[in-house]
């Protein structure tokens, strides 16, 4: 278990310097060189990450069809020999979450991740997408009625102790399908489900509508999680919004929120005896007794600096500024933070520049189309991000689903071009220009306008994009307003605003752009956008009896319709994952999986705890000695 000691150690930074009888004097460190030792033996044999589809012979269960065949999988135990369970783990978030609950208004990304831990049917592989063993043990396909059976895990538990059934995914359905949630995203994905319950411990999810599926893609659509039916008494609330904002429900995960406090974070428990740790895939991760999140807010900079401290744990380095102050950082160089570097393939939903079609200037498509060439994404990522970025030319990047490419391959944005941006801003009528050098238009209003944002690390960023905007003859005022962003886009009181979206593995785009959200104050649909032919294909893309091959060559046709009106500029997206860490935070020698975008997930992810070279840190600094430094690159197998 950790000790006082890292809130205190760094409060002051110790240099070694050999100065006449004084030198550089290295502690023994054989906790830290014995996980070192497993790091360089395991990673000559990387594991198996694959889990087959193995059929189960002999099986089967009354209520379901006599010829089912069910299967399951083997995935194997990723756990390293440094393994160790135990201790607490501290992380730090910018500000509390929007509310505690993981569906309906203000559930962004970051709620979904510390509050929708309930455990899915079953559990995709971030290396394979294979699917796994979880609450269903085996599972089994109709793909003629478009109907999944699944046979669960009889011994999970909620984390208050009540045994999780069948009756918890009928009801989950029921409650996803509700307006009272106000998700029309949940709402539209659970009301093409029927869920029926065939027993306690089997259940049966069927595909409503009259698309055909493979056995893969059933899979995908049926698989979810469940909602503790007792918790609600069977009935989602009226008031479930409001009164639910900051309340927990019980989770088949492996933690549960204890206590928060709006100044100081959030507090989880471990799950005595957690269920899942029986399957030999999951005995690796949730590896800590405890996990707090301190709430650091403002920009990074406050971060690094109460990281330094000891604060928390671990810290990712966004650019490659941040990787070369940390490799000098007094600490790092000492030995008692080490620096880890993995890389993915990552899975990216839009992300950039999001334009409200129905503000001025941005009303007008010629402006949007001059802005292709007056926001010079390619110069900052060349000179703000050191090429450590990847530019995104279309709405997604990554979507696949076997050999169906979702994402248009052929869509590249222009790189910058003041004058042929100045060309189309001329077709706008900005063909004039002031004594400041901005264009203006025959009423003497310039081409100007409000750039939204809550990322204080996009200072230097937008201070570059703004002065070759200027040789445009354009002006782009950039604008903070933190946790509000997200009331202003969905009350359309914005212009143009910059952040992401959450990313899917598959596109999920009829929300986000159909015309009957167009009017609508909510976030869907916040471009304000109409086009008749965009919408028949959205609709194509949902309601019609397409294979995921057909439904991805929609999805190029509506992403190409998105750039010919462009709605948005997009961004770029990293396939790099670079943390600095306190020495007695461990990774497996592999690091991370192929989609892994994270290090720091203490719930789900393969990291843990060494009170050994804890202790050592501690001895270190106790007698004003160094450690070995340490650096390491293990997932290069996906560059």
């Known amino acids: 278990m950790k000790t006082k000691f890292f809130f205190l150690f760094a409060l002051c930074t110790l240099f070694f310097v050999s100065c006449g009888s004084k030198t550089v004097s290295y502690l023994d460190q054989p906790a830290?060189?014995?996980?070192?030792?497993?790091?360089?033996?395991?990673?000559?044999?990387?594991?198996?990450?694959?889990?087959p589809p193995v059929l189960v012979d002999g099986f089967r269960l009354d209520g379901t069809p006599a010829g089912l065949k069910w299967y399951t999988s083997y995935p194997k135990d990723l756990s390293s020999k440094a393994l160790k369970k135990g201790g607490i783990f501290y992380g730090f978030l910018g500000d509390i979450p929007n509310t505690f609950r993981y569906m309906g208004p203000g559930a962004d990304e970051l709620c979904v991740k510390l509050f929708n831990t309930q455990m899915p049917l079953l559990w995709t592989s971030l290396e394979t997408f294979e699917f796994l063993p979880c609450s269903a043990v085996y599972w089994a396909v109709d793909a003629d009625s478009k109907t999944v059976y699944y046979k669960l895990n009889e011994t999970i538990l909620w984390s208050d102790g009540q045994p999780c059934t069948a009756e918890d995914w009928v009801f989950a359905n029921e409650f996803c399908k509700s307006k009272k949630i106000v998700d029309p995203i949940k709402?539209?994905?659970?009301?093409?489900?029927?869920?029926?319950?065939?027993?306690?411990?089997?259940?049966?999810?069927?595909?409503?509508?009259?698309?055909?599926?493979?056995?893969?893609?059933?899979?995908?659509i049926t698989n979810f999680k469940p909602i503790a039916k007792h918790f609600y008494d069977g009935a989602v609330p009226d008031d479930w919004i409001a009164k639910y904002n900051r309340t927990v429900?019980?989770?088949?995960?492996?933690?549960?929120?204890?206590?928060?406090?709006?100044?100081?974070?959030?507090?989880?428990?471990?799950?005595?005896?957690?269920?899942?740790?029986?399957?030999?895939?999951?005995?690796?991760?949730?590896?800590?007794?405890?996990?707090?999140y301190r709430i650091i807010t403002g920009?990074?900079?406050?971060?690094?600096?109460?990281?330094?401290?000891?604060?928390?744990?671990?810290?990712?380095?966004?650019?490659?500024?941040?990787?070369?102050r940390a490799e000098a950082s007094a600490d790092v160089q000492n030995g008692f933070i080490n620096l880890w570097r993995g890389r993915h393939v990552p899975v990216q939903g839009p992300a950039g520049l999001f334009f409200n079609s129905q503000a001025a200037p941005l009303d007008n498509l010629f402006v949007r189309k001059g802005l292709y060439y007056a926001v010079d994404i390619d110069g900052m990522i060349n000179r703000i991000y050191s090429d450590k970025r990847v530019r995104l030319h279309t709405i997604g990047s990554g979507q696949t689903w076997g050999s169906a490419e979702f994402n248009n391959s052929?869509?590249?944005?222009?790189?910058?071009?003041?004058k042929k941006a100045r060309e189309l801003f001329a077709k706008a009528g900005y063909d004039r220009v002031n004594s400041s050098g901005i264009l203006i238009n025959s009423e003497g209003r310039e081409l100007s306008f409000v750039i939204l944002y809550n990322d204080p690390l996009?200072?230097?960023?937008?201070?570059?994009?703004?002065?070759?905007?200027?040789?445009?003859?354009?002006?782009?005022?950039f604008r903070q307003i933190g946790g509000k962003l997200f009331d202003k886009v969905s009350n359309?009181?914005?212009q143009a605003w910059w952040g992401s979206l959450n990313s899917y593995r598959l596109p999920d785009n009829y929300s986000l752009f159909h015309s009957s959200f167009a009017e609508s104050k909510s976030f869907n649909n916040f471009f304000g956008y109409s086009d008749p032919e965009l919408d028949r294909l959205l609709e194509k893309y949902e309601n019609t009896s397409l294979t995921y091959l057909e439904k991805a060559a929609v999805n190029r046709e509506i992403e190409k319709r998105v750039d010919e009106a462009a709605l948005m500029i997009p961004s770029f997206y990293k396939d790099t994952i670079d943390v600095m860490a306190w020495k007695w935070i461990c990774f497996p020698s592999w690091l991370n999986m192929k989609h892994q975008k994270y290090l720091d997930d203490p719930m789900f992810g393969y990291m843990w705890f060494d009170g050994d070279i804890e202790a050592e840190c501690i001895k270190a600094?106790?007698?004003?000695?160094l450690l070995q430094m340490r650096a390491y690159f293990l997932s290069e197998r996906y560059k």
């Open 32 to 51: 830290s060189d014995a996980y070192d030792k497993i790091l360089k033996e395991e990673i000559e044999n990387p594991p198996d990450f694959s889990a």
């Open 187 to 220: 709402n539209r994905e659970h009301n093409n489900l029927e869920v029926k319950k065939i027993n306690d411990f089997c259940l049966s999810v069927h595909v409503l509508g009259s698309q055909k599926y493979t056995e893969q893609e059933l899979l995908d």
């Open 249 to 292: 429900e019980p989770t088949t995960g492996p933690y549960t929120l204890k206590k928060y406090d709006y100044n100081n974070g959030l507090h989880f428990n471990k799950v005595e005896n957690w269920w899942a740790h029986n399957y030999p895939h999951f005995k690796a991760i949730a590896n800590f007794d405890e996990i707090f």
């Open 299 to 324: 920009d990074k900079r406050p971060a690094f600096t109460k990281f330094a401290r000891g604060l928390f744990d671990v810290i990712h380095i966004d650019d490659q500024g941040e990787w070369v």
């Open 410 to 418: 052929g869509i590249k944005k222009p790189s910058f071009d003041p």
């Open 458 to 477: 996009l200072y230097e960023a937008f201070g570059f994009l703004y002065a070759q905007a200027l040789i445009a003859g354009l002006k782009i005022e």
């Open 492 to 494: 359309r009181d914005y």
């Open 621 to 625: 600094k106790d007698e004003n000695k």
